[in-house]
């Protein structure tokens, strides 16, 4: 099965940000990068009144969209666990999500000191990782926020 690690974090404190300079330094080391988005409160990929949305409108469970450049898939009855998307993503060496914070599989927090009083996953047996601007000691290894390659560094040895 593929590793998942989750990038979490409280709200503004960065997760996107680190993903775009974490998938680029992974990609140069030659691994093939999946990544999930948790959309707590739904997402629409497509327009109204779109050929996608009107077939998904009409009951499909299933609707893919191909372009010459990527494909799209909104599938019905997904589970919203990890474990259930993992078939999506068999030719990735590892997959990246955004959230998930709940899920019992690794975590990365980034904490932000300015924007938060203290960290999300302080008792998190999951955690493995802290990206911050902070001293705080959560007995896990610690990144700055800059630390890309430090922090690939340990994705790449626990994981890939």
Do not use: Q, W
Not at 23 to 36: A, Q
Not at 69 to 75: C, W
Not at 83 to 91: C, G, L, M, N, R
Not at 101 to 109: A, C, L, Q, V, Y
Request: hydrophobic share 35%.
């Amino acid at each position: 099965m593929t590793p998942i690690i989750s990038i979490v974090g409280k709200s503004e404190s960065g997760k996107t940000t680190l993903i775009e300079k974490l998938i680029p330094e992974l990609k140069k080391r030659g691994y093939r990068i999946g990544t999930v988005k948790h959309a707590l409160h739904g997402f629409e990929i497509d327009k109204k009144g779109k050929d996608s949305f009107r077939h998904k409108a009409a009951g499909a469970d299933t609707v893919i969209v191909i372009s010459p450049e990527s494909i799209a898939m909104i599938k019905n009855g997904g589970g919203g666990t990890l474990d259930s998307v993992s078939e999506y993503f068999s030719d990735v060496d590892l997959v990246i999500t955004e959230g998930y914070k709940r899920e019992k599989k690794p975590k990365i927090e980034i904490f932000r000191k300015e924007r938060h009083k203290e960290p999300l996953c302080r008792d998190d047996d999951n955690l493995i990782a802290l990206v911050t601007d902070d001293d705080i000691d959560l007995s896990v290894p610690r990144f700055g926020l800059e630390d890309t390659k430090g922090l690939a560094d340990l994705i790449e040895k626990k994981f890939l």
